[in-house]
């Protein structure tokens, strides 16, 4: 077999990990699948390019000669992408899944001028797999998401990921407190908040007494069914909207918003302007739900990504 870009993703990315299983969870493939791969790629170089052992792999001395060679053939074909980007640099498509306000895409557009920010509402695993297919420039995830979406094809680039905000899951209730007793709106097992609700409620003591109405895909289709059922759900303060009460819980969970891009895809300036943005963003939002601003600033020690826009600030 001919030796191609994917192949040489595989070798730098062991080589860069220290070991096949590292590798392995570096790109999202089972161990055994990926040891398949580096065989044949080994069988096609003429000889093993590592060394196994209990604490990793090392190179042997054909791989000290050709994994340097593999590794500068994907950092062009980085470049190549970067180059690409850039040259194409008049767009930049973002994915977000549910949590899409009219004024975000202004926000954004405001620190990438002359770029025309093009937002999209999308499934988590849609949004990531847009990324990876090159159809959108940078994603909006849930954390969940990464982990569970499906294993990416080797032959693309990797992905990066970093934590822009993590947020609590609190109780949607009308705003009308009369609302059925134990009444329940609930997430389908295909949404990322369902592991999470699922935990919470148990903790609540709730599963084995409530009455379910309904099961959503989305937070909006909840928040909808609160307002009009009377009944309660679990949301995000992203997922919530202003004909609902929102009521922290003790014993709650972050749940993180994550920004994903090909790397190589997207400069390293415009990443930490959209990570700022989207953060600086995020506090004003929070502002405009009744109680949030308060919680933020008593739990900031929590939530180190937004130090620096939570230091000094006024509970409110």
């Known amino acids: 077999m001919d030796i191609e870009l994917r192949h040489a993703r595989i070798v730098v990315t062991i080589s860069e990990a220290g070991s096949i299983s590292r590798g392995a969870n570096e790109l999202s493939l089972p161990q055994p699948s990926l040891t398949a791969q580096l065989r044949r790629i080994e069988r096609a170089l003429g000889g093993e390019l590592f ?41 930049l498509r973002l994915g977000n899944t549910e949590w899409t306000p009219p004024t975000l895409g202004d926000a954004l557009q405001s620190v990438l001028p002359g770029t025309a920010v093009l937002t999209e509402t999308l499934s988590p695993d849609a949004a990531v797999a847009g990324v990876r ?14 982990l569970s979406a499906p294993a990416p094809d080797p032959a693309e680039p990797a992905l990066g990921s970093v934590t822009v905000v993590r947020e609590p899951v609190w109780l949607a209730l009308p705003a009308d407190p009369g609302r059925a007793e134990d009444t329940w709106v609930r997430y389908s097992r295909e949404h990322w908040l369902h592991t999470v609700e ?20 989305t937070q909006r289709e909840a928040m909808t069914w609160v307002a009009g059922s009377g009944a309660a759900a ?80 006024a509970a409110c």
């Open 198 to 217: 699922e935990r919470l409620l148990a903790g609540l003591g709730r599963p084995g007494t409530a009455r379910v109405l309904h099961h959503v895909n």
């Open 133 to 146: 297919r090159g159809t959108l420039s940078v994603a909006l995830v849930p954390g969940p998401a990464r």
């Open 51 to 91: 060394e196994r052992s209990r604490s990793g792999v090392t190179p042997t001395p054909l791989g000290e000669r050709l994994i340097p060679l593999l590794g500068d053939l994907v950092r062009r074909a980085d470049e190549i992408n970067a180059q690409a980007g850039r040259a194409t640099a008049g767009h």
């Open 234 to 313: 679990l949301a995000t303060p992203s997922g919530a909207t202003p004909d609902i009460r929102l009521t922290p819980l003790a014993d709650t969970e972050l749940v993180e918003m994550q920004l994903v891009w090909r790397r190589g895809a997207v400069t390293e300036e415009t990443l930490r302007r959209l990570v700022h943005a989207v953060r600086d963003y995020y506090c004003g939002y929070a502002r405009t739900i009744p109680g949030y601003w308060r919680w933020l600033v008593e739990h900031r020690a929590e939530l180190p990504e937004l130090q620096p826009f939570l230091t000094g600030s």
